[in-house]
């Protein structure tokens, strides 16, 4: 019999963990990270990545870093960190006590810096930024060397050391790596290691006044940390050789953590890179970052997604080595199967119509047993009130229709879940001609829905006592833009434009009182129409529920 070890297949990320085990490198020691830049929140791109290093520091009895990339301290912010955090341990991913960050290892990656020039491998540049692109060549050119090349030791030691002390404005000079200015790899043509830029950091205050880029910081913080496999997204396959070059530098003994890429996520209908969620959040155009439609992690929290719909749906997407996009509706049908097994019901109608049951005795109540989760038998019952005057959805009402039509009409008989059979008798119209009210009469014997002598009915509606049902807010989401790629412009034109303006619409709701003392992210299922969950703008006197995901796929019917 094959056990699940043997018919498990592994990407091959985890078929690189494994044998590196098996090898014992790294004296079969696993430790990854997942390394933020804290100037914006995080997506659910993010969400794949962290899932995908925390997951193997799991599998695999590893440790897992959390280390913010904080080498920018202009577009970097502590309310990132803290919005980071929180993501983080709401996926589940645990980092223990090693909260890292890059500017922890200034001084670390300074005196490196100091070294490389001693070497001869580093020097001070003042070149214009124009200049340096222009000297840098294009990736079928090669390079022209800086006239600053070939400094000499002192003077470059010299320099830096001014260059740190604040000597020199912003933008003016930087401390560039001497690799040769004919790399085929662009990235390899004498990078900047360092620029000036007198700003204060979030952590570091105002201790520095020049900052290291992503390249001359990345791979020696994964080696200070002991980081085994630097796991991230295939745009940084070109910085790879970089990567390993600092590292020749710096590592003296055998241990070198190793840089694999992966496809990112992309995704359609949804816009992922932060400076373009940033700009959403800066012009209004959503509540905020945690906008429920937003693609972050903390909007889709706030729309009502779980951890586990998200880890099934990054299982579902894979891991790859190249890229594609997913659809969303794979996202939709993870977190649908997910609150199908968990979610509680509930009856809610969204567009009331009212009903009366005229042969109901007036002032009379009555409860009825609901089914909390087909699904989930341990999750019980509850009591639904039943009176004379209920509502129920309007769409589930036509005064005239033909046989396929499964609601209400005049003459004919539905089941109101959990209830009665009722049959309508009459209409009450306005002076406009519409309706404003349905006249029904039910079956007493029909209690619990269940049919009294074997007769049939074809539709189930769900319904709300007027007298006891809470009256709610509810916002109903649709896609954020109007286009699968969004970012797919005309010449001159803004992915902005892309917007749907029609995304958010809010309406007021009666939900059965059950949801009285629901808490904020509380998860439902108003049955026949949707999931829900509790927003956090809800106050004592109003619920607001946010629409996390219709029941069924209906977007194609649009
Ligand atoms: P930007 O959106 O400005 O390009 P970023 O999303 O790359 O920034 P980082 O904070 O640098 O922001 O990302 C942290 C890590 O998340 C990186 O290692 C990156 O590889 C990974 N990552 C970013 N976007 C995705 C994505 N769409 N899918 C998977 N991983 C991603
Ligand atoms: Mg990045």
């Not at 791109?45 to 990339?69: M, P, Q, T, V, W």
């Not at 309310?79 to 993501?87: A, G, L």
């Not at 990736?139 to 600053?148: A, V």
């Not at 992309?266 to 959403?280: F, G, I, P, W």
Request: aromatic fraction near 10%; hydrophobic fraction near 30%.
């Amino acid at each position: 019999m094959k056990t699940e070890e043997t018919t498990k297949s592994y990407h091959f990320i985890e078929t690189i963990v494994r044998q590196d085990i098996e090898d014992k490198k790294y004296d079969a020691r696993i430790h990854t990270r997942f390394p933020p830049e804290p100037n914006g929140y995080l997506h659910i791109g993010h969400a794949k990545a962290i899932l995908l290093s925390y997951g193997i520091s799991e599998d695999y009895n590893g440790k897992f870093n959390l280390r913010f990339d904080d080498t920018n301290p202009i577009t970097e912010d502590t309310e990132y960190v803290d919005s980071i955090k929180e993501d983080l341990r709401w996926l589940g991913a645990d980092w223990e006590d090693r909260e890292c960050y890059s500017s922890d290892y200034f001084q670390q990656l300074y005196d490196w810096a100091v070294m490389l020039i001693k070497k001869g491998k580093a020097y001070v540049c003042e070149l214009t930024a124009e200049q340096i692109s222009e000297y840098r060549g294009t990736p079928t050119k090669p390079g022209k060397e800086s006239p600053f090349r070939n400094r000499s030791v002192e003077e470059n030691l010299e320099l830096f050391e001014k260059m740190k002390n604040g000597e020199f404005s912003d933008n003016t000079i930087i401390l560039r790596a001497k690799i040769g200015m004919d790399s085929p790899n662009m990235h390899m043509r004498d990078p900047i290691m360092y620029r000036i830029l007198h700003a204060h950091h979030h952590k570091a205050g105002n201790k520095w006044c020049i900052y290291p880029t992503y390249d001359y910081t990345h791979g020696q913080s994964d080696y200070i940390e002991g980081i085994t496999h630097s796991l991230c997204t295939l745009e940084f396959e070109n910085h790879r050789p970089l990567y390993d070059w600092y590292l020749d530098q710096i590592v003296e003994g055998d241990y070198r953590p190793r840089q694999i890429e992966f496809a990112r996520l992309n995704l359609n209908y949804t816009v992922m890179s932060k400076r373009k969620l940033l700009q959403l959040v800066k012009d209004n155009l959503v509540s905020g970052w945690d906008d429920p439609r937003m693609p972050t992690i903390s909007g889709l929290r706030r729309r009502g997604y779980t951890p586990e719909s998200l880890k099934v749906f990054a299982e579902k997407v894979g891991i790859a080595k190249r890229e594609n996009v997913i659809d969303i509706g794979l996202l939709e049908f993870s977190i649908r199967e997910d609150l199908n097994k968990k979610s509680q019901r509930v009856l809610a109608v969204l567009d009331p119509l009212k009903v009366v049951i005229t042969n109901y005795p007036e002032g009379q109540t009555e409860e009825l047993d609901g089914i909390n989760n087909p699904e989930d038998e341990t999750m019980g019952t509850r009591k639904i009130p039943f009176s004379r005057e209920l509502y129920i959805e309007q769409k589930d009402f036509k005064e005239e229709a033909n046989r396929k039509f499964w609601g209400l009409k005049v003459g004919k008989e539905v089941r109101l879940r959990y209830a009665y059979f009722v049959k309508c008798e009459s209409v009450v119209k306005d002076k406009n001609g519409n309706i404003t009210e349905v006249h029904c009469t039910y079956d007493p014997a029909s209690r619990g829905g269940k049919s009294p002598d074997g007769r049939k009915v074809k539709g189930t509606l769900h319904w709300v006592s007027a007298q006891h049902a809470i009256k709610a807010d509810v916002k109903l989401y649709d896609r954020l833009f109007t286009v699968e790629n969004p970012e797919k412009v005309e010449e001159g034109g803004d992915f902005k434009d892309n917007l749907n303006t029609d995304s958010l619409e809010t309406k007021t709701c009666f939900v059965e009182p059950f949801v009285k003392d629901a808490k904020i992210l509380d998860k439902f299922q108003f049955e026949r129409t949707g999931y829900f969950c509790i927003d956090k703008d809800s106050t004592k006197d109003k619920i607001v529920f946010n629409r996390t995901v219709t029941l069924k796929d209906n977007w194609k019917k649009k």
